[in-house]
């Protein structure tokens, strides 16, 4: 079975600071890799994905996130985030040959001050 | 932009009553899901959804949950006798090629929130 911790449930920074939110997992089995965001009163919209090759992926609205095979990590980054990246963010797993069968972090709440 | 759109947005229910929640999917795919998140929990899958029949299914889908596609757009999550833990925001997604092999993702829609009083 899969897993998913995501160890920051809430992570506050101001504007323009650079922001890592924290993602591991758990598998026996090779997965795929994602991050969604939800913006309020939104639904869930794909930043990135990870599926093979280059460890480092490039998502929209400037997040990347490295894949990190014996860390079991999937961090998110960005290097200086806006006003407008508050939003909840997910990472979330899904196994190799599952149809559409993810599982989801808890989900942590990005909160940028000014 | 194309997108999955779902109705209610929030629905109150009492105990034991049936529920069916609906989703519009983007028209050209052919794989559905529902999700669902129990407040302050994690999104959950439920149950995957392609070509009229359920492709995969998770514990939580049990015999009270049934999925439908009652014409060539609605696809509807139903509960036949609800429950209090039924409580809970119920996001329906779609997509358009078989995952995750390829560039395909979920689109998901706003969310159907449901509390069973």
């Known amino acids: 079975a899969q897993s998913v911790t995501q160890l920051d449930s809430q992570v506050p920074v101001f504007e323009e600071a650079p922001v890592e939110l924290r993602c591991n997992y758990s598998?026996?089995?090779?997965?795929?890799l994602f991050w969604y965001v939800q913006y309020p009163n939104q639904g869930l919209q794909l930043l990135l994905k990870y599926l093979s090759g280059s460890t480092l992926v490039k998502g929209i609205n400037g997040f990347e996130a490295e894949f990190n095979k014996s860390q079991t990590s999937f961090h998110l980054r960005k290097p200086s985030v806006h006003i407008s990246d508050t939003a909840e963010y997910f990472c979330a797993v899904s196994r190799r040959g599952s149809q559409g069968n993810l599982i989801f972090g808890k989900g942590t709440k990005l909160s940028v001050k000014p | 932009e194309p997108e999955v759109t779902q109705t209610p947005s929030h629905q109150v229910t009492q105990m034991g009553q049936e529920v069916i929640l609906r989703c519009v999917p983007i028209s050209n795919h052919l794989y559905f899901y529902w999700y669902r998140q129990i407040l302050g929990q994690k999104v959950e899958f439920l149950v995957s959804?392609?070509?009229?029949?359920?492709?995969?299914k998770s514990e939580i889908f049990d015999d009270q949950f049934s999925v439908e596609r009652p014409d060539g757009s609605n696809f509807t999550l139903k509960i036949r006798s609800t429950k209090l833990e039924d409580s809970a925001m119920y996001f329906c997604?779609?997509?358009?090629?078989?995952?995750?092999?390829?560039?395909?993702?979920?689109?998901f829609g706003e969310g159907s929130r449901l509390t069973v009083l």
């Open positions: 598998s026996s089995v090779s997965v795929y």
């Open positions: 959804f392609y070509n009229n029949e359920i492709s995969e």
């Open positions: 997604a779609s997509s358009e090629l078989e995952l995750p092999t390829n560039t395909g993702e979920l689109f």
